[in-house]
T-cell receptor, first 111, second 110 residues
Framework: SAVISQKPSRDICQRGTSLTIQCQVD?????MFWYRQQPGQSLTLIAT?????????ESGFVIDKFPISRPNLTFSTLTVSNMSPEDSSIYLC????????FGQGTRLTVV | ELKVEQNPLFLSMQEGKNYTIYCNYS?????LYWYRQDPGKSLESLFV?????AVKQEGRLMASLDTKARLSTLHITAAVHDLSATYFC??????????FGTGTRLQVFP
């Protein structure tokens, strides 16, 4: 199974600021995924990140708000920009190989 | 529109009882995952079901998949308090995405 390290594990941020979340995988993977879980809700896919190309965003998510980097096959970052309290969620990165595994998540609170 | 529906959304059950959680999805999927999530934690993979008729069991949990009916079930046998958590099903699409169900919050009481 893949080991996924995500950091920070939690943060409290002021509105209007940005936070970058890092995701490191212990093996090379083609695709990495970023999900959001709002309080008491299920998980929603934000975007798919392939190495060497721009991320593909799901409906309702835009690059200006959630820029993603994928510099190599083991690492990705998600930035939550110009945060508001509505961005308070758990953000999780995931890989699809050999199975769908998830990082520990980043619990973000925006005040 | 792709939909993944779980029911029930909330389940309160007594220790020792049996119950089934249902997961219906609206599009073709090549495999389906079940996850457990404890409060404030990430997802723990329970099962991945790869084909029609697949059945997997681990302890008091058993999962099955009917791809023709687009239905998966998670059966709980003789529930114990440690099973209290939220359970999610997630069909895997051929675009490599996972689409999560609404989740079933399970509470087991003495």
């Amino acid at each position: 199974s893949a080991v996924i390290s995500q950091k920070p594990s939690r943060d409290i941020c002021q509105r209007g600021t940005s936070l970058t979340i890092q995701c490191q995988v212990d093996s090379q993977v083609t695709m990495m995924f970023w999900y959001r879980q709002q309080p008491g809700q299920s998980l929603t896919l934000i975007a798919t990140a392939n190495q060497g190309s721009e991320a593909t965003y799901e409906s309702g998510f835009v690059i200006d708000k959630f820029p993603i980097s994928r510099p190599n096959l083991t690492f990705s970052t998600l930035t939550v920009s110009n945060m508001s309290p509505e961005d308070s969620s758990i953000y999780l990165c995931s890989v699809d190989w050999p199975e769908a595994f998830f990082g520990q998540g980043t619990r973000l609170t925006v005040v | 529109e792709l939909k993944v529906e779980q029911n029930p959304l909330f389940l309160s059950m007594q220790e020792g009882k049996n119950y089934t959680i249902y997961c219906n999805y609206s599009t073709t999927s090549d495999r389906l995952y079940w996850y457990r999530q404890d409060p404030g934690k990430s997802l723990e993979s329970l099962f991945v079901l790869l084909s029609n008729g697949a059945v997997k069991q681990e302890g008091r949990l058993m999962a099955s998949l009917d791809t023709k009916a687009r239905l998966s079930t998670l059966h709980i046998t003789a529930a114990v308090h440690d099973l209290s958590a939220t359970y999610f099903c997630a069909p895997h699409l051929n675009t490599d995405k996972l689409i999560f169900g609404t989740g079933t919050r399970l509470q087991v009481f003495p």
